[in-house]
Each structure stands twice: as structure tokens, then as C-alpha cells.
């Protein structure tokens, strides 16, 4: 059984770099085509930062383009987020996610439980 | 950017009760439409897919229907475990979520 599990600083200075990483256990991560990354506000709700195929390729939120970085590490079989330049509205609880392929039909089906990071000082 | 809404933002309803969420996309995308639901404390799970497709393992009381700019998520008879969050996805581009429609207690 497939499982993600987010881990990195759950604290972060403004103007710094969060760091996170997406461990996947249970399934190779060559045999899924994309890992996302989502994260979650009060104020904005679920917001999709971005998708990293097996192979390297990305797509990013146009909203956050020119900050966030998103790689794959085969050998380790996890994924990774970098979001460059944060501020206090980048607090939130990100996730990492599966992207599940029907057809021609994204949609996220396995999650991990979701780490909380804080920008502060 | 393609914008999803959801209406209501929350209901109230009681267990039994035959429960609709409508979910509008700011343009047409087909049946590019996920729906998921979240309880308090849990990340998003996945219930309908391509709009109408029920997820493996979910209740067949879950059920999706729409195509084009409106969609609707039912649940045909409400269960406890099933006062939640309700959330639509579109992927047809990238992907956007709607603001979630809050199932509670009445």
C-alpha cells in the first residue's frame, strides 16, 4: 500500500527557503507519472503549488512561479519542494500527493497526513 | 486561471438526509472535475474523479454528475462519518480548487 510522508523545518525565517521532502513507500516513484504538491491556508484554502513527473519535468501555479522548485530523487524515492523568498502568507500545512491517471483525467489519490510550516521570526 | 466556486459554503443536515453541492468552473472544462472530501485533522480524499467516476473503495451513497462548466457532488443518504469538508478540483488546466462546502450537523 502506497503511503507519503512530508518532513522538513516546521519553522521558517521571512525571506528564507522552505525546505520539504515527500518520502513514497510502498511504490516506486518511476511507476507513477507525477508527485504534487498542494498546501492549505485558512484564508486561501487548498492551493496546488506545483507537479514533478518521474522523470524531471515540472508544471508550477503560475502564482508561484520564479520561487518554487519542485525535484525528484529516484534513487531516494522521494520528492522534493523548495519555495524561495517566504513570507508570512506562505504559513500553511503542505502536502504532497499522488497524481492519479484515468483516461486522460488527473486527479490526486493517496496524501500524506500534511506537515504545518510556519513563517516567522 | 481557470476559478472554481461551490455553493453553499455550508449546510446543515441530518444523517439520512439526501445532501447536493454544486461546484461552477469560471470556463468550460469538460469533466475534468475531482471531488474530495476532508475531515478536521486529515488531508483531502479523493471521492469522484473525471467528474462522475466513483474512486475505488468509496461509498456507492457518493455520486458525480456535470460536464462543462457545472458539476454536482450527491450524497444519497447522509452517514455520520460523512460531516466534513467537501472540496471540487478542476485538472483541466493545472489544477484549482474551490473554496469547500462545510457538511454539519443540524
Known amino acids: 500500500q502506497i503511503q507519503l510522508q512530508e518532513s522538513g523545518p516546521g519553522l521558517v525565517k521571512p525571506s528564507g527557503t522552505l525546505s520539504l521532502t515527500c518520502a513514497v513507500s510502498?511504490?516506486?516513484?518511476?511507476?507513477?507519472?507525477?508527485w504534487s504538491w498542494v498546501r492549505q491556508t485558512p484564508g486561501k484554502g487548498l492551493e496546488w503549488i506545483g507537479e514533478?513527473?518521474?522523470?524531471?519535468?515540472?508544471n508550477y501555479n503560475p502564482s508561484l512561479r520564479g520561487r518554487v522548485t519542485i525535484s525528484v530523487d529516484k534513487s531516494k524515492n522521494q520528492f522534493s519542494l523548495k519555495l524561495n523568498s517566504v513570507t508570512a502568507a506562505d504559513t500553511a500545512v503542505y502536502y504532497c500527493?499522488?497524481?492519479?491517471?484515468?483516461?486522460?483525467?488527473?486527479?490526486?489519490?493517496?496524501w500524506g497526513k500534511g506537515t504545518t510550516v510556519t513563517v516567522s521570526s | 486561471d481557470i476559478q472554481m466556486t461551490q455553493s453553499p459554503p455550508s449546510l446543515s443536515a441530518s444523517v439520512g438526509d439526501r445532501v447536493t453541492i454544486t461546484c461552477r468552473a469560471s470556463?468550460?472544462?469538460?469533466?475534468?472535475l475531482n471531488w474530495y472530501q476532508q475531515r478536521p485533522g486529515e488531508a483531502p480524499k479523493l471521492l469522484i474523479y473525471?467528474?462522475?467516476f466513483l474512486q475505488s473503495g468509496v461509498s456507492s451513497r457518493f455520486s458525480g454528475s456535470g460536464s462543462g462548466t457545472e458539476f454536482t457532488l450527491t450524497i444519497s443518504s447522509l452517514q455520520p462519518e460523512d460531516f466534513a469538508i467537501y472540496y471540487c478540483?478542476?485538472?483541466?488546466?493545472?489544477?484549482?480548487f474551490g473554496p469547500g462546502t462545510k457538511v454539519d450537523v443540524k
Open positions: 500527493a499522488r497524481d492519479f491517471l484515468f483516461d486522460y483525467y488527473y486527479s490526486m489519490d493517496v
Open positions: 510502498g511504490a516506486s516513484i518511476s511507476n507513477s507519472n507525477w
Open positions: 514533478v513527473s518521474h522523470s524531471g519535468s515540472t
Open positions: 470556463q468550460t472544462i469538460s469533466t475534468y
Open positions: 473525471a467528474a462522475s
Open positions: 478540483q478542476q485538472s483541466y488546466r493545472g489544477f484549482t
